[in-house]
Each structure stands twice: as C-alpha cells, then as structure tokens.
C-alpha cells in the first residue's frame, strides 16, 4: 500500500478564487508527478518533478504552478480559478534511481469551479 | 508521439465469465508498460509492470502479457469486486522521460 495524501478531496470554489492543491507522501520517493483526469478520459501529465528544487511541465498545458521545496511535498496552486480548472487533479510519485519505476497515485482531489 | 489505445471502452461481464482487455501502444523505445485499476472517485491502484515482449505476471484473477505491440489483461472467473476501470500506461526510454502515457480505459462489470 503506497503513502501518498492529497487534500482537500473536494473542493468547491468560486472563480478568481487563489487555491492550492496538498500532496505529501512518505516513501522517499525522488520523482512526483501531478496530473489531471476528467471523467471517462485519459490522464494527463501537468507538472513533474525529479527532486527537491527541480519541476517541469507537462504534455498538457495548465495555468497552475507547482513548488518541491521538500522531497515529501509537492503543492500545487492556481492563483485565479477558473470554471475551465474544473477537473479531478491526481499527485502521483515513484521510487529513486534511475530505472523503471511504477509510480504510485493518491486519492486525488475533485476541484469544482462555480 | 507516444500512444496507447485501449479496447473495448466498456466491458460487462457475468460472474465467473472470463475474458481480456487490450492495450495497443506506440512508443519510441518502451521502458515499461503499466497496468493500473481505478475504482470511481479514487486514484488508480497499481496492479503491473511489463518490461519485455513475452513477459507475463499474474495476480489473483488476473493476468498480463505483453507482445512488441500490445498488451492483455486476461481476467479469469471475474467476480463482482473486479468491477472498475482498468487502464493501461507505457513509459518511453530516454532522458527526462520518466511520465506515463495512458490509454482512456476499460469500465468493466462484473454482475452477479
């Protein structure tokens, strides 16, 4: 069982609205990831991160921007909200090294804009 | 650019009634495939890692294998709680390329 938290689960905000999005988690792992997930579609790939001080975008453009200033931590903001940032939002991390690692997800966070 | 493309969409299955998902994929050198379950609301739940065609792995009810162009999940005598979406990844070789394309997904049902 992988250790990865996200908080909140859901939320509910209105636009213009700043927000950030908590994921810890406790195995150590190097390499985090955050995507987003809309219902009955593909996950894509919105910000990653090697290690402390190290993240980059994603395949999937997003007006969010993410922090690793601690290995466990990777939060994810959006400094205005928008309906469009409507979506389910899924932080994901995986082992050290430099192989092939499967990455392990948290619960995600349901981020609903009104 | 990586893809992966999975079949059928939805699958519905009665107890005990087995069968397979598929996963095409093209990627420009494969490190891994992956094969997750994502229950509704919740986050996906690792089942497998395939590194090299012919390679198999098994787990419970279920089985993966992996060709050079595709993988299949083989679920044998389903059961009503392998109800979920089943979703396949691949993960290229090279430098920075450590992030998971991912199919779309099979829904399957399993009724009683």
């Known amino acids: 069982e992988a250790d990865i938290y996200q908080t909140p689960r859901y939320l509910v905000i209105g636009t213009g609205k700043k927000i950030t999005l908590e994921c810890s988690q406790t195995?150590?792992?190097?390499?985090m990831y955050w995507y987003q997930q809309d219902p009955g579609m593909e996950l894509h790939l919105i910000h990653y991160?090697?290690?402390?001080?190290?993240?980059e975008k994603g395949d999937l453009s997003s007006e969010s921007t993410v922090s690793r200033i601690r290995t466990e931590h990777f939060p994810l903001t959006l400094e205005s909200a928008r309906p469009s940032h409507t979506s389910q939002y899924l932080c994901?991390?995986?082992?050290?090294?430099?192989?092939?690692?499967?990455?392990?997800f948290g619960p995600g966070t349901r981020l609903t804009v009104t | 650019e990586d893809q992966v493309t999975q079949s059928p969409e939805a699958l519905r299955l009665q107890e005990g009634e087995s069968s397979s998902l598929n996963c095409s994929y093209t990627?420009?050198?494969?490190?891994?495939l992956f094969w997750y379950r994502q229950d509704p609301g919740k986050g996906p739940e690792f089942l497998f890692t395939?590194?090299?065609a012919g390679e198999e792995k098994e787990k419970e009810r279920l089985k993966a294998t992996l060709t050079k162009k595709e993988s299949f999940l083989h679920i044998t005598a389903p059961k009503p709680e392998d109800s979920a979406t089943y979703l396949c990844?691949?993960?290229?070789?090279?430098?920075?390329?450590?992030?998971?394309?991912f199919g779309s997904g099979t829904r399957l049902q399993v009724q009683p």
């Open positions: 990844a691949v993960q290229a070789r090279g430098a920075g390329r450590r992030a998971l394309t």
């Open positions: 395939l590194y090299s």
């Open positions: 991160s090697y290690g402390v001080n190290s993240t």
């Open positions: 195995m150590g792992h190097d390499k």
């Open positions: 990627v420009s050198g494969l490190r891994g």
């Open positions: 994901a991390s995986s082992g050290t090294g430099t192989g092939t690692y499967e990455q392990y």
